[in-house]
């Protein structure tokens, strides 16, 4: 009695065609699932830029609570962003902040940015540039010129008291 797949592959014998299209094949499986994950990771970046370019379409179209909720959801993926994506992530949102009257943390966003537009200028171009520092100009002035000023000296001991034990204590 005959086997059907007798007829297609011969039991115990492997040939070396039959090798090479195994070969082959796994070549070809490989690098088409390279292929899509290339793909996959190149979209998934695509998809972080996309959110950062429409979180600042709606900074420059004055809708700075969908602005800051988009750049919020931006924040974890923070690191998926290149490095002129970063300084620009950094600058709107201190934007958006700075637009909504919330000072502390524009100024927080604006300092970071303009620390990384010293390293990389050509991240934001010369107007971009000109804005943040006219807008950090006020926070600098605040604080001092110095954005982050040294820690307070001790204070010197106090002189002893010339007070008596029989006079009563008094508060400023």
Sequence with gaps: MSRPWEDCWPVGTVTAAA????????????SVLIGMGLLACVGG???????LDR?????RAARYEAALTNL???????????ANEQVRYRYVRGMTSERLGQREEARHWLILAREDVEQR?????????????RTLTPYDQSVGSNVNPPAAAPAAPAAQS????SEPRTTP
């Design 19 to 30: 090798v090479g299209r195994d070969r082959v094949r796994a070549v070809r499986t490989g």
């Design 121 to 133: 200028p050509a991240a934001l171009d010369e107007e971009t540039r000109a804005i943040l520092q």
């Design 162 to 165: 010339t007070r008596t034990r």
């Design 45 to 51: 970046c695509q998809n972080y830029r996309d959110q």
């Design 72 to 82: 919020e959801d931006l924040e974890s993926d923070f690191g998926h962003l290149d």
């Design 55 to 59: 979180a600042d379409a709606h900074y």
